[in-house]
């Protein structure tokens, strides 16, 4: 059998060859071979042993080895709990790499392997490769930029805050803005001020808690931000 798949590593992507020892995870030993791309080893539940031209290496439940393409090498299971799997990765490197992934990770990818013979649906796969191969490839990893979209950051600022005693001032340390400036662009968002903006927050959510739940009008004041009853009953019904 052999496959192959294109594997998102970061923003890049790139080629996994599947062949038969990627599926028969079992096998006590394999030959004595060597490849034309990288290829990258996982073992679960036991040892292993790796040869990789005259030396040796011990792998355990979890670890995830790159051997360089060229290189000749034979894996031996060394215990009857462990088995391996192996695929080859259009990603060159220049010396062996070996990462220590959480076996609960490998187990479940193990899974997967025999799941997609008979659903042939590598979704799962795929993302596990990805997954596995981004401890291997630093160079590869994904890493999160901060929200500069002001709308969002000012959206999400009234959804999770509106129980608290939040102010304009608080909003423009958030945004990195003078008060001025984040009434603007709260005023643009919002389409109204902020003071109103909250205003129409709370009285929406209590309008809902009170419809829904069985929460008393006091009980809905308090979790909506207000500190006085009768300032929340005048907001509420000044607004529904």
């Known amino acids: 059998m052999n496959r192959e798949l294109t594997v998102t590593l970061g923003a890049a992507t790139t080629t996994v ?86 076996p609960q990770i490998v187990e479940t990818f193990f899974e997967e392997i025999a799941n997609c013979q008979s659903t042939d649906d590598y979704t799962n796969i795929s993302a596990f490769i990805s997954l596995l191969c ?28 509106y129980g608290s005693d939040v102010t304009l001032c608080t909003l423009a340390e958030l945004l990195h803005l003078s008060e001025k400036q984040t009434e603007r662009l709260v005023i643009k968002t919002m389409g109204c001020t902020f003071k109103k903006a909250l205003t129409n927050v709370r009285i929406s959510t209590a309008d809902h808690l009170i419809k829904t739940t069985d929460m008393s009008l006091t009980e809905v004041a308090e979790y909506v931000g207000y500190h006085s009853y009768s300032g929340f009953w005048k907001a509420y019904t000044k607004r529904t």
């Open 17 to 102: 060859f599947l062949q038969n020892g990627f599926y028969a995870t079992a096998v006590p030993s394999t030959h004595m071979h060597r490849h034309n791309y990288t290829e990258i080893h996982i073992i679960s539940g036991g040892e292993a042993e790796v040869v990789i031209d005259n030396c040796t290496k011990r792998l355990s439940d979890g670890n995830v080895l790159a051997i360089p393409s060229g290189r000749l090498h034979v894996v031996t299971l060394k215990d009857e709990a462990a088995r391996h799997t192996a695929f080859q990765i259009e990603m060159p490197v220049t010396r062996e790499r070996i990462q220590k992934v959480s």
């Open 134 to 161: 981004g401890s291997l490839f630093p160079e590869h990893r994904v890493t999160a930029r901060t929200v500069k979209d002001a709308s969002f950051i000012i959206t999400e600022f009234f959804s999770n805050n």
